[in-house]
């Protein structure tokens, strides 16, 4: 890791990363962890918040929606808050509320104020998101973007898988208040960190809120996720409660695209897509966020539900996951730069079917060593195939465009995850019903993950559309590909 932080290739030679990039590097992944395992961290503590506030589940459950619903809500205008008031100081103070809202999280009295402070907290959450990356792909270039990535990405993968285990721990040691409390320290370090060590940025105080493009691409995310949200809880496909805000939200995402593509200054700027580069970058986001986190969600449900082990212990059997992530974002950065994003995501693409194929197979009675081996392996696919695509988005632009960049290219993945989910959940639902034994119950779980196997390979298409892409580009010269950068320059 210090090696992929330090230095990257340009021309032969190894050139030193920038201070002010390696710090950027360290700051941005301080946020990402806060934001990323807040996702996660507080699933484990549903049952404990039920009690301590005596409400049903059911109600419980909206701890976790309400966040997913404003971090969607707030990150199509992202963009526009950081070109308004600059990257930095946004950043700063999306963390600082993050860390203060987590402190009131942990200390309210009723579950109906906790669900309004995690409201606060997935809204500041979400920029924080789509903020760090735009922080760090304005410090660094095309020649080590794809180091960059791949450093600040270790943690961002990790962050989601470890999140149960250390809810565990907190809740079964000092709390549940404690899933919450953590955040604060972080956030004090790396709001200072920023301070001392990040250059500020102009905003641009006159540029004007698409007030239309926001009403349109807000409620559009929300309806999506949410009904996503309905069918990965509840496991039912059909559900009017799923499909009806799904519905809408599709209607009023077309409309948005309909509305960003007619204004001359829309909230994100589409045409971006022009870039065939940034187009099959973006599908690869899309596909892969829905294998690789739809796919998260399996295995500690089995381990809990069909092996009847504990949080803590759920989270120690994902260790391997998480270590061959990281060992894959670190390998992921150097690959890129030899043999291109699209190659990189599809042998991380492979490697995930792979295996997951033999999860396909569980049983009540499956090794733990077998588990943890192929969860390594996947967990390499994971790390090759995530960071990539992204890489190969952002090289295609200019830094002018990042702002525009990053909040769609959050999205993608966001919704990527979501529809692989509610695809898992439904499966595993409806083969959870028929279960009569135990055996049958764990059985279901390989069914699920056989569907686990073909988005993974569905997820590997898009790759290869980007090496095809990345191929051309290298035989037409360096003008091939630029088209967002292009249109970037000429609104600049």
């Given at each position: 890791?210090a090696d992929?932080?330090?230095?990257?290739?340009?021309?032969?030679?190894?050139?030193?990363?920038s201070?002010?990039l390696?710090?950027?590097?360290?700051?941005?992944?301080?946020g990402?962890?806060?934001?990323?395992?807040?996702?996660t961290?507080?699933?484990?503590?549903?049952?404990?918040?039920?009690?301590?506030?005596?409400?049903?589940?059911?109600?419980?459950?909206?701890?976790v929606?309400?966040?997913?619903?404003?971090?969607?809500?707030?990150t199509?205008?992202?963009?526009?808050?950081?070109?308004?008031?600059?990257?930095?100081?946004?950043?700063?103070?999306?963390v600082?509320?993050?860390?203060a809202?987590s402190?009131?999280?942990?200390?309210?009295q009723?579950i109906?104020?906790?669900?309004?402070?995690r409201?606060?907290?997935?809204?500041?959450?979400?920029v924080?998101a789509?903020?760090?990356?735009?922080?760090?792909?304005?410090?660094?270039?095309?020649?080590?973007?794809?180091?960059?990535m791949?450093?600040?990405g270790?943690?961002m993968?990790?962050?989601?898988?470890?999140?149960?285990?250390?809810?565990?721990l907190?809740?079964?040691?000092?709390?549940?208040?404690w899933?919450?409390f953590?955040?604060v320290?972080?956030?004090?370090?790396?709001?200072?960190l920023?301070?001392?060590?990040?250059?500020?940025?102009?905003?641009?105080?006159?540029?004007?809120l698409?007030?239309?493009?926001?009403l349109l691409?807000?409620?559009?995310?929300?309806?999506?996720?949410?009904?996503?949200?309905?069918?990965?809880?509840?496991?039912?496909?059909?559900?009017?409660?799923?499909?009806l805000?799904?519905?809408?939200?599709?209607?009023l995402?077309?409309?948005?695209?309909?509305?960003?593509l007619?204004s001359?200054?829309?909230?994100?700027?589409?045409?971006?897509?022009?870039?065939r580069?940034?187009?099959?970058a973006?599908?690869?986001?899309?596909?892969s966020?829905?294998?690789?986190?739809g796919?998260?969600i399996?295995?500690?449900?089995?381990?809990q539900s069909a092996?009847?082990?504990?949080?803590?212990?759920?989270?120690?059997?994902?260790?391997p996951?998480?270590?061959?992530?990281a060992?894959?974002?670190?390998?992921a950065?150097?690959?890129?730069?030899?043999?291109?994003?699209?190659?990189?995501?599809?042998?991380?693409?492979?490697?995930m079917?792979l295996?997951?194929?033999?999860?396909?197979f569980?049983?009540?009675a499956?090794?733990?060593?077998l588990?943890?081996?192929?969860?390594?392996?996947?967990?390499?696919g994971i790390?090759?195939?995530?960071?990539?695509?992204?890489?190969?988005?952002f090289?295609?632009?200019?830094?002018?465009?990042v702002?525009?960049?990053?909040?769609?290219l959050?999205?993608?993945?966001?919704?990527g995850?979501?529809?692989?989910?509610?695809?898992?959940?439904v499966?595993?639902?409806?083969?959870?019903?028929?279960?009569?034994?135990?055996?049958?119950?764990?059985?279901?779980?390989?069914?699920?993950?056989?569907w686990?196997?073909?988005?993974?390979?569905?997820?590997?298409?898009?790759?290869?559309?980007?090496?095809?892409?990345?191929?051309?580009?290298?035989a037409?010269?360096?003008?091939?590909?630029t088209?967002?950068?292009?249109?970037?320059r000429?609104?600049?």
């Amino acid at each position: 890791m210090a090696d992929a932080v330090g230095a990257t290739e340009r021309d032969g030679a190894r050139v030193p990363f920038s201070p002010e990039l390696r710090w950027s590097i360290v700051i941005s992944a301080l946020g990402a962890i806060m934001s990323l395992l807040d996702s996660t961290i507080v699933n484990v503590a549903l049952h404990a918040l039920s009690a301590r506030f005596d409400a049903p589940l059911i109600t419980i459950q909206w701890v976790v929606t309400s966040y997913l619903l404003a971090l969607a809500a707030v990150t199509p205008m992202t963009g526009w808050a950081a070109r308004r008031v600059g990257v930095k100081r946004l950043y700063l103070a999306s963390v600082a509320v993050f860390a203060a809202v987590s402190l009131l999280c942990g200390l309210a009295q009723t579950i109906e104020q906790l669900i309004v402070l995690r409201v606060l907290q997935g809204a500041a959450g979400g920029v924080i998101a789509s903020v760090g990356q735009m922080l760090l792909v304005m410090r660094a270039d095309r020649a080590n973007m794809a180091r960059v990535m791949s450093a600040v990405g270790v943690p961002m993968i990790i962050a989601p898988i470890i999140g149960p285990a250390i809810g565990g721990l907190l809740v079964d040691g000092p709390g549940w208040g404690w899933i919450f409390f953590i955040n604060v320290p972080v956030g004090i370090v790396t709001v200072l960190l920023g301070h001392r060590y990040l250059s500020p940025d102009q905003g641009r105080p006159g540029d004007r809120l698409d007030v239309a493009g926001l009403l349109l691409a807000a409620s559009g995310m929300v309806g999506i996720t949410y009904g996503l949200a309905e069918i990965g809880t509840r496991g039912e496909l059909g559900s009017p409660r799923a499909l009806l805000p799904i519905l809408a939200g599709a209607v009023l995402t077309a409309g948005f695209v309909v509305h960003a593509l007619r204004s001359a200054h829309p909230l994100l700027d589409l045409r971006l897509y022009r870039s065939r580069a940034f187009g099959s970058a973006s599908l690869t986001t899309f596909c892969s966020g829905g294998a690789v986190f739809g796919g998260m969600i399996l295995l500690p449900l089995y381990l809990q539900s069909a092996r009847a082990e504990s949080a803590v212990a759920t989270g120690l059997l994902l260790v391997p996951q998480g270590v061959g992530a990281a060992v894959g974002m670190y390998l992921a950065g150097r690959a890129t730069d030899r043999f291109g994003a699209g190659a990189t995501a599809l042998a991380g693409g492979v490697a995930m079917s792979l295996a997951s194929a033999p999860l396909a197979f569980l049983d009540g009675a499956t090794s733990y060593w077998l588990i943890g081996a192929v969860t390594l392996v996947r967990g390499v696919g994971i790390g090759l195939i995530t960071m990539p695509a992204m890489t190969a988005a952002f090289r295609a632009l200019s830094p002018a465009a990042v702002n525009d960049a990053a909040p769609q290219l959050n999205m993608l993945q966001r919704i990527g995850g979501s529809v692989g989910t509610a695809i898992f959940a439904v499966v595993l639902q409806w083969r959870l019903d028929e279960a009569a034994t135990q055996a049958e119950r764990a059985a279901a779980y390989g069914t699920a993950f056989w569907w686990v196997v073909g988005v993974t390979l569905a997820a590997t298409v898009p790759t290869l559309l980007l090496m095809r892409h990345e191929r051309r580009a290298a035989a037409d010269g360096p003008e091939a590909g630029t088209t967002g950068r292009t249109y970037a320059r000429n609104q600049e």
